[in-house]
């Protein structure tokens, strides 16, 4: 970390320790246990912001020294069902969104929900509204914001198909904007949402449709997912599909099921997935990212994309 990052931080933790978020600031913060293979260091300041007035209080801290400094690094964690954090921790700030941004109301075919609201809770309080075209997400352990950043999905659809906008804070800029769905680009597990950027509510459109069905489909994917995916410590699919492959499928051609690397190892129930021992450690699950990668572009010529969202890491321990 430069001087000018770390005067930055310093400054920063002044503010926010003397504005109305005092008293939720934390310093080297823990943040194994926001995320889901419980691995990594602590952050070096942490926040959590109750509602959209303590978030936007924050991002004009934030953007107000932007203007003066380096910006400082940022990093929005919610269920951490995607993240894996460096074990020398985070060096900047991190956000959690606390109780008022985790709510969501269902009127008509619309869903209103704020970026911390449980995807599985929000898909199967639409099924009980007799909504359809969210079923997917009872598979998926994370917050409706990161499934925007991430574009998440399954099972045949993903937050595109329902997305209609996003309230989205830009902690750098110092503004709050409603994007609609074509101005955030949702690709591939991929979306314009940048580190900075918190989504702090989205409006999703679905249908009406067979309660009886939606509640059928609902079963079927939790017992698929129990049935075909590990539990335990991890962070879901490690790696993207390339075009017209399965990633696991592909690990799984090379030998690397079951590979294991000091605390982490390949799972040997889906390729895709690595898990985490109990007391483990990022850089191993990092170690055994880069020996997968390796193998599948040594043996099939293809090169595997980080699915798991890397904080913390030098560029040179990157998989």
Request: proline share 4%; hydrophobic share 45%; no cysteine.
């Amino acid at each position: 970390m430069s001087a000018a990052v770390r005067h930055a931080l310093a400054d920063l933790e002044r503010r926010l320790a003397s504005s109305r978020l005092g008293p939720s600031l934390q310093k080297d913060y823990g943040l194994a246990s926001h995320t889901t293979y419980r691995v990594g260091g602590p952050a070096r300041l942490f926040v959590k912001v109750n509602d959209l007035a303590e978030l936007e209080a924050l991002a004009a801290i934030v953007s107000d020294l932007a203007g003066s400094a380096p910006p400082v690094p940022v990093l929005v964690v919610g269920r951490g069902s995607n993240l894996l954090v460096s074990d020398r921790g985070f060096d900047g700030l991190a956000i959690a969104l606390g109780s008022r941004l985790t709510r969501f109301e269902i009127d008509g075919p619309v869903v209103s929900a704020s970026g911390g609201a449980l995807l599985p809770v929000v898909a199967r309080a639409s099924v009980e509204a007799r909504l359809t075209g969210f079923e997917w997400a009872v598979g998926v352990p994370g917050t409706v914001g990161g499934a925007v950043r991430m574009n998440a999905g399954g099972h045949g659809s993903d937050m595109s198909e329902s997305l209609v906008d996003a309230v989205v804070v830009d902690l750098h800029r110092g503004d709050t904007t409603v994007r609609t769905a074509a101005d955030l680009r949702l690709g591939y597990r991929t979306s314009a949402i940048v580190a900075h950027q918190v989504v702090a509510s989205v409006s999703l459109k679905l249908r009406f449709g067979d309660w009886e069905d939606s509640r059928a489909e609902l079963t079927e994917i939790v017992h698929w997912r129990r049935t075909n995916q590990p539990g335990g410590r991890n962070a879901g699919s490690v790696f993207t599909n390339p075009e017209h492959a399965a990633a696991g499928e592909l690990i799984e051609s090379v030998g690397a099921k079951g590979l294991r690397i000091g605390t982490a190892e390949v799972s040997a129930k889906h390729a895709n997935f690595i898990q985490s021992d109990e007391g483990g450690h990022a850089s191993d699950i990092v170690e055994v990212m880069r020996e997968v990668r390796r193998r599948v572009r040594d043996a099939r010529g293809i090169e595997l994309s980080a699915e798991t969202h890397l904080v913390g890491f030098e560029p040179w321990e990157l998989p």
